[in-house]
């Protein structure tokens, strides 16, 4: 069954640390995603990738870098976390343009 | 750039209910549209999506029809039960792109009480 894991599932960080989200897909889906939602807000998109290697900005990339070192794996990084940044994130993935991104069960992440 | 406006919740109801949560979108292009529902504790999951305009997205008793005109893709359900109780998405999708990156909504809380 496909699946997508993330980890951790609850973090806590301190202002200006930095942090690391980490999303695992066995599914061998070329597309991947990583979404932030709040209140008011909805999920807004803050960087995808097509394959390895390779990542884009989404919507609201500011004060945030993604990685994509393998098919399997997409990790989003907050190199200096700000309370702002206090926030569920998501990720996803989806096998090509046409498939609906089929996502993770969320990372809490609270700055301090 | 797209947007997605949807019904601001909470939306409170009673069981055998009838439910309908507004969605209305812009764009320039012509997307595919999409509901997704999200229980506590769970990430958002499809319930369907539609690509064509005019034609009827359903599933689990839920429906919405494509409305170019109207640029609308309303969600509807005919009798609720307590576990319909979620929040529900409306997204947009553009086509045939490179990602298939979705533009959400805010989200509308359903609940339903039994």
């Known amino acids: 069954e496909a699946a997508v894991t993330q980890s951790p599932r609850n973090k806590v960080a301190v202002t200006g640390g930095k942090v690391t989200l980490s999303c695992n897909q066995t599914n061998n889906h070329n597309n991947m995603y990583w979404y932030r939602q709040d209140t008011g807000h909805g999920l807004r998109l803050i960087h995808y990738s097509y394959g390895a290697g390779s990542t884009e900005k989404g919507d609201i990339p500011d004060g945030y870098k993604a990685s994509r070192p393998s098919q399997e794996n997409f990790s989003l990084i907050l190199e200096l976390a700000t309370p702002s940044q206090t926030s569920v994130y998501f990720c996803?993935?989806?096998?090509?343009?046409?498939?609906?991104?089929?996502f993770g069960e969320g990372t809490r992440l609270s700055v301090l | 750039g797209d947007s997605v406006t949807q019904t601001e919740g909470p939306v409170t109801l009673s069981e055998g209910t009838s439910l309908t949560v507004n969605c209305s979108y812009e764009?320039?292009?012509?997307?595919?549209l999409f509901w997704y529902v999200q229980y506590p504790g769970e990430g958002p999951q499809l319930l369907f999506k539609?690509?064509?305009?005019?034609e009827k997205g359903s599933n689990r008793g839920f429906e919405a029809t494509y409305n170019k005109e109207a640029t609308s893709f309303h969600l509807q359900k005919a009798s609720v039960q307590e576990s319909d109780s979620a929040v529900y998405y409306c997204?947009?999708?553009?086509?045939?792109?490179?990602?298939?990156?979705?533009?959400f909504g805010i989200g509308t809380r359903v609940l339903v009480r039994p």
């Open positions: 996803a993935s989806g096998r090509d343009n046409n498939q609906a991104p089929l």
């Open positions: 539609v690509p064509k305009a005019n």
């Open positions: 997204a947009l999708g553009p086509p045939n792109s490179a990602g298939n990156k979705l533009t």
């Open positions: 764009t320039k292009q012509y997307p595919t």
